[in-house]
C-alpha cells in the first residue's frame, strides 16, 4: 500500500514538474507583465556609478521617477552628472508592456546560480525602435534578472538586475546597465594642456562600451508622481 | 631694504602703465563672462562633441563659476606675462632711461639691495595682479554662475578625458594653482630685471621678453620628438601650464576621482622646481651684471 502511494505521489510530480517546465513563454511573459503591473510609478533614490573608459566621474546620487505605461526619467538628486541616454531602458514594462511581439522560447540557462528562462521577443511592427530582446526569466519569483535589446538606432544595450526587499513588486535594487558609446576625442592643442609626464595610453577599458551600476535605496510605490517631473 | 622696497613700490604705483595690466585683466575677464553667460553653450557643445548623443548634461549647471576661472586662468595665463614684463622690464632700464639710476646709486645703498628691491617689488606687483585676477574669474565668476563640481577637458597622450571634481574639493586647488602662477610669473619678472640691466631705455627689455617668452612658448608647444625630449624639458615656459596639475584629479582602479587627490605630485614638484631654478638663474645672473655694470646713465 506504502509503496503505491509513494509511486501515485512520484508520478504526481513528476507530471507537475513538467508541466511547469512546460510553461508556455507566452504565459511566463504574462505572468511577469502582471507582476510589473502592480506598480502604477515610483520615484526611487539611490546612486549611480558610471564606467566610460574617457569619463573620471565620481558616484553621483540619482533620482529615478517612473509613471505607468512607459514614462522613466532619471534625474541628479544635487548637481549635474553624465546620465547615459539610453538608461531609459532600463525601464522594464517598456519590453513587456504591450503584446505586439512574437514570443520565441529559448530554452533555461543559468545565471550566476538561478536557473532562467530564456524568451526572445520579436516586435511586430516595423515602426517599433527594438528589434530584439531577450529576456532571462527567474520562474519561481517572475521577475527578469538580465536583458539583452538591440534597436535599430541607439545599438544595443544589456540589463542585469539584482532584487531584493522589493522582489514582489518586481523593482531591482541594483541594476547593472551596459551601453555603446562613442570614443571622445578632443584635438590636440585645444585645451593647452600641461604635459605631466603619464601617458595616456594606460586604459584597459574597451573605449566604445560603457556601463552605469545604479543602486536603489529606497521606493516610493504607488504615491503619485507629477508629469512635470518628465519633461 | 625696506625703505626701498617702499620707494620702489611707490613709483610702480605713480606710474600709470601699472594700471593698463588691471584694466587689461578687468576686459578680458568681464568680456569671457559675458559671452559665456549669452552664448555658454556653445562652447559646450563643441567641447562634447559626439559624446552628447550618448550622455545627458546639464550644461547650465556645469557652466559654473569653477569652470569660468578656469577658462579665464587658460587664457589669461599666457597674456599675464606681458603685463608683467610692462612693469619689470622697465624697473632698471627706465631709471637709466630718465637719468636717475647714477643719482640712486650716488646714495648709500649697495646695487645687490637695490636690485633686490627691485625684483620684490616686481613680485608684490605680481601677488597682487594675481589677487585681481582671482578676485575677477573666482569670486565675481562664483556670483554670476553659481558653484557646483567642476568639469575639466582635456588631452593626455593619445587619450581625452573629461574630469568631473566635486564642489567641496576645489578651492584649496585655486590657492595652490594661484601660488604656482605666481612662482611662474616671478621667473618672467626676473627675465625681465635680466634684460631691464643690460638696456638703457624701457622698450627693448619689455619687447625682448614678449618676444623670448612667445618664441619659446610657441617652442614648448611644438610635437617634434628630439624637441620633446630635449629642448622642452629645459625651457621655463613648458612648466608655466603646470598649475593646471592641481586640477588633474587622481582615479582610482576603476576611473573613479579620488578626492583630494592629485594625479602627479611629482611632476608639480619638479615643476616648480625647475621653475625656481630659473629665478635665481635669471636674478642671480642680473645681480652679477649689475654689480659689474659700468653705470652712464
Known amino acids: 500500500m506504502k509503496l503505491k502511494h509513494i509511486i501515485f505521489i512520484l508520478i504526481g510530480l513528476s507530471f507537475l514538474s513538467s508541466r511547469l517546465q512546460a510553461q508556455p513563454a507566452e504565459q511566463l511573459i504574462k505572468q511577469v507583465r502582471e507582476r510589473l503591473d502592480q506598480v502604477v510609478d515610483y520615484e526611487a533614490e539611490g546612486t549611480m556609478k558610471t564606467n566610460v573608459s574617457f569619463l573620471k566621474i565620481p558616484v553621483s546620487k540619482i533620482t529615478m521617477y517612473y509613471k505607468k505605461p512607459n514614462k522613466l526619467r532619471l534625474k541628479n538628486a544635487s548637481g549635474f552628472s553624465f546620465l547615459p541616454k539610453g538608461a531609459v531602458n532600463i525601464n522594464m514594462n517598456q519590453l513587456v508592456q504591450n503584446e505586439n511581439y512574437t514570443i520565441i522560447d529559448a530554452g533555461k540557462e543559468t545565471l550566476n546560480g538561478v536557473a532562467t528562462r530564456v524568451v526572445k521577443l520579436f ?71 600641461f604635459d605631466d609626464g603619464k601617458n595616456g595610453k594606460v586604459t584597459k577599458k574597451n ?22 517631473m518628465f519633461k | ?18 594700471y593698463i595690466a588691471f584694466a587689461a585683466i578687468a576686459a578680458i575677464v568681464l568680456i569671457f563672462q559675458f559671452a559665456f553667460k549669452a552664448d555658454g553653450q556653445s562652447y559646450m ?13 546639464d550644461k547650465n549647471l556645469a557652466i559654473n563659476g569653477y569652470f569660468m576661472c578656469y577658462l579665464i586662468l587658460n587664457t589669461l595665463l599666457v597674456q599675464v606675462p606681458i603685463l608683467v614684463a610692462l612693469v619689470a622690464g622697465d624697473s632698471i632700464s627706465g631709471e637709466a ?16 639691495e637695490l636690485l633686490w628691491a627691485k625684483f620684490m617689488a616686481a613680485a608684490i606687483f605680481t601677488i597682487v595682479l594675481l589677487i585681481w585676477m582671482a578676485f575677477l574669474s573666482l569670486l565675481v565668476s562664483t556670483w554670476i ?72 612658448t610657441i617652442v614648448s608647444n ?58 635665481v638663474l635669471f636674478f642671480g645672473w642680473a645681480q652679477f651684471t649689475f654689480r659689474r655694470k659700468d653705470i652712464l646713465s
Open chain 2, 145 to 216: 554662475f553659481g558653484i557646483d563640481d567642476m568639469l575639466i577637458f582635456r588631452v593626455k597622450g593619445d587619450e581625452s578625458q573629461i574630469l568631473q571634481i566635486a564642489a567641496d574639493d576645489v578651492l584649496w586647488r585655486y590657492v595652490a594653482a594661484f601660488a604656482y602662477a605666481a612662482i611662474a610669473l616671478m621667473v618672467i619678472a626676473s627675465l625681465s630685471i635680466l634684460l631691464s640691466v643690460y638696456a638703457e631705455n624701457s622698450i627693448g627689455p619689455i619687447v625682448a621678453t614678449v618676444c623670448i617668452v612667445v618664441f619659446l
Open chain 2, 97 to 112: 632711461n630718465m637719468g636717475t639710476l647714477r643719482l640712486i646709486l650716488t646714495r648709500p645703498v649697495s646695487r645687490s
Open chain 2, 222 to 279: 611644438i610635437n617634434v620628438p628630439v624637441i620633446d625630449k630635449n629642448v622642452k624639458p629645459w625651457l621655463f615656459t613648458t612648466y608655466m601650464v603646470g598649475w593646471k596639475g592641481f586640477f588633474y584629479i587622481g582615479t582610482d582602479a576603476e576611473g573613479m576621482p579620488i578626492k583630494g587627490s592629485v594625479e602627479n605630485w611629482a611632476s608639480i614638484r619638479n615643476s616648480i622646481t625647475i621653475l625656481l631654478a630659473h629665478i
Open chain 1, 207 to 228: 573605449p566604445s562600451k560603457g556601463t552605469a551600476e545604479i543602486s536603489i535605496s529606497s521606493y516610493k510605490l504607488n504615491k503619485g508622481v507629477s508629469d512635470l
Open chain 2, 1 to 18: 631694504m625696506w625703505g626701498l622696497l617702499n620707494i620702489e613700490l611707490y613709483k610702480i604705483a605713480k606710474r600709470p602703465r601699472t
Open chain 2, 45 to 57: 557643445d563643441l567641447m562634447l562633441q559626439n559624446i552628447q548623443d550618448n550622455f545627458e548634461l
Open chain 1, 123 to 193: 516586435p511586430l511592427s516595423d515602426e517599433d525602435e527594438i528589434v530584439l530582446s531577450t529576456l532571462y526569466i527567474d520562474p519561481t519569483n517572475l521577475v527578469i534578472l538580465k536583458s539583452k535589446t538591440t534597436t535599430k538606432e541607439n545599438g544595443s544595450f544589456e540589463l542585469e538586475m539584482k532584487y531584493g526587499k522589493y522582489i514582489k513588486m518586481a523593482l531591482p535594487d541594483k541594476i547593472n546597465f551596459s551601453f555603446h558609446t562613442k570614443d571622445y576625442k578632443l584635438p590636440k592643442g585645444i585645451t593647452f594642456d
